[in-house]
């Protein structure tokens, strides 16, 4: 039995720095991009060609506006049975090349952390069976099926490709309860799907592990593999940004700051040089104002959810000179006024 979910405070992860593929092809899947955009503080022009990183906050904040604009409750599992090739980057050209089966799932197993920070993954030997375990990292709210479902999805159509036939000996199993259309489960998976179980995983016999990918392309897999080598040495540069953004948090929680937090006063805090955060960032995609921005979105909203905190004493809180610069921020951020946001706008 898999052992219960080890969280990550959630916001050790939410301003962590992902790709943003999952925004595009949502703006690409609904129309209602207004909708799809809501709270992340990504102008809904944007969302279709958006060029920079998010952070898993605004992510899942995307996927969570999704939810309403479904038009059958099991569309994520159709969305991801069509997507299940095509939006991993190295990581799919790694699989679709590898040798065998065992190979191709090893590495996706390796690599999606680095694209999908908030599941831990994780493959499981015995002599009859290999079990690909989706864990999530932090508490995911109502996203949670649908975060958990998709790559399940996306590896059980791995596995039925490279073995060219039905899945029908392997099995999946959802910690979360049956959702009422659990009859429609067996239109998208060619396996058994049991539910409340003690994780989440694709289950398959031991010697499927063996099959031959007959895709297998000795120069693809080798330069695939390189490829995702180094995506993961890149975490250093994502440290450096989560560890910016951690900072900012840190500094802005605390009563009434005597200004915005500087990149050299950050800098100084991480005993870092100015010019070291820069590098790193912009090899994220990413700058020092676009984390402060994003973390000052979040403080903002917060306070002013908090029955009695005039905007005044907001833009005190989060270090602004006075309400007028805080007000002009806002209305970059979120394209309203603090007023507006609270009488239901967002």
């Not at 409750?73 to 090739?85: F, Q, S, V």
């Not at 191709?104 to 390796?110: T, V």
């Not at 099959?211 to 180094?230: H, K, M, P, S, Y």
């Not at 917060?302 to 005039?310: D, V």
């Amino acid at each position: 039995m898999t052992k219960p979910p080890q969280f990550v405070p959630a916001d050790r992860l939410a301003t962590t720095l992902i790709a943003n593929t999952y925004v595009r092809l949502l703006a690409q899947e609904f129309d209602d991009h207004a909708t799809l955009a809501a709270g992340t503080g990504i102008a809904p022009a944007e969302l279709a060609h958006y060029p920079h990183p998010v952070t898993v906050s605004q992510h899942l904040r995307c996927i969570g506006n999704a939810l309403p604009l479904r038009t059958t409750p099991d569309w994520h599992l159709k969305w991801g049975k069509r997507m299940a090739e095509n939006f991993h980057g190295a990581v799919t050209l790694a699989w679709l090349t590898a040798p065998t089966l065992g190979d191709g799932l090893d590495a996706f197993i390796k690599y999606m952390p680095s694209r999908i920070p908030y599941l831990e993954w994780r493959g499981r030997h015995d002599a009859a069976q290999f079990r690909c375990e989706v864990t999530p990292r932090m508490d995911l709210g109502l996203v949670l099926q649908t975060a958990i479902e998709i790559p399940i999805m996306v590896m059980h159509e791995y596995v039925r490709v490279v073995r060219n036939g039905p899945a029908t000996a392997a099995r999946i199993e959802f910690a979360h309860a049956a959702p009422p259309y659990r009859e429609r489960y067996a239109t998208w998976f060619d396996c058994p799907v049991s539910f409340e179980r003690g994780g989440n995983a694709l289950i398959i016999p031991a010697e499927w592990r063996a099959e031959i990918n007959v895709d297998f392309d000795e120069g693809a897999w080798q330069t695939a593999l390189v490829r995702c080598e180094a995506a993961l040495r890149s975490t250093d540069t994502a440290d450096v940004a989560t560890r910016v953004a951690r900072l900012l948090e840190d500094l802005l929680a605390q009563p009434a700051p005597a200004a915005l937090p500087s990149l050299e006063a950050v800098a100084q805090r991480l005993h870092l040089s100015s010019r070291t955060i820069i590098r790193h960032l912009r090899a994220q995609g990413t700058t020092y104002q676009a984390l402060l921005d994003a973390v000052l979105k979040v403080r903002a909203q917060s306070l002013l959810g908090e029955p009695g905190m005039r905007v005044q004493d907001i833009a005190a809180r989060l270090g602004y000179a006075d309400s007028a610069s805080f007000r002009k921020a806002f209305r970059r951020w979120f394209g309203m006024t603090p007023a507006a946001w609270r009488q239901g706008g967002a």
